[in-house]
């Protein structure tokens, strides 16, 4: 209700539904076919992630905004499920409205504060991919460029440049070839 009334004092945000349940939500949804939806990562009965995943699926261009305490995995999580958005519940109206006008005009690319940052805290883990990352090494196995990686993983092209850069550095290359060759040396990745 704080989320509603909030956003009750942008003239170019409508409230038009509220939901405390997944099943609530699918059928405000379903019913009111809103543009962006917010969703709490934790539902009393269910992962919103994973909520907003299957609406996002249902509705190819809703717009779905993941609000949730401040938590690298989460928002990877988010990221990963092709979501607009991930913000902190303790971040300031603004960014939380400029999430949900984002959402609106590029639902199917990805954008959260503070990402480089988190992007940065998961280097750590030199030669291990996400999912997401092997899913991007496939696609430019496949001979995709960047922009054309983006459009298929429906993120923003500068958010394939930094799995990108994630991929070279955690295999210790500076280019595509070198970064095909290391996966399928190291047993990651399948020659096409």
Known sequence: MGLAYALSGYPDIEVVGEAGTCAEARKVVADRRPMVVTVDAWLP????????????????????????????????????????????????????????????????????????????????????????????????????????TAVALRVSDSTVKTYVARIYDKLGVSNRSQALMAAINRGLLRAA
């Open 45 to 148: 009965d269910g992962d919103g992630i994973a909520l907003a995943t299957g609406l996002r699926q249902r509705y190819p261009t809703l717009g779905v905004v993941v609000l949730a305490d401040a938590d690298d995995d989460l928002l990877f999580r988010t990221m990963q499920a092709g979501l607009s958005a991930f913000v902190a519940k303790s971040a300031a109206a603004d960014q939380i409205v400029a999430a949900v006008r984002h959402a609106t005009v590029a639902a199917d690319t990805f954008t959260a504060p503070g990402l480089a940052d988190a992007m940065g805290r998961r280097g750590g883990r030199p030669g291990v991919l996400s999912r997401r990352e092997l899913e991007v090494l496939e696609l430019l196995r496949d001979g995709l460029s960047m922009p054309k």
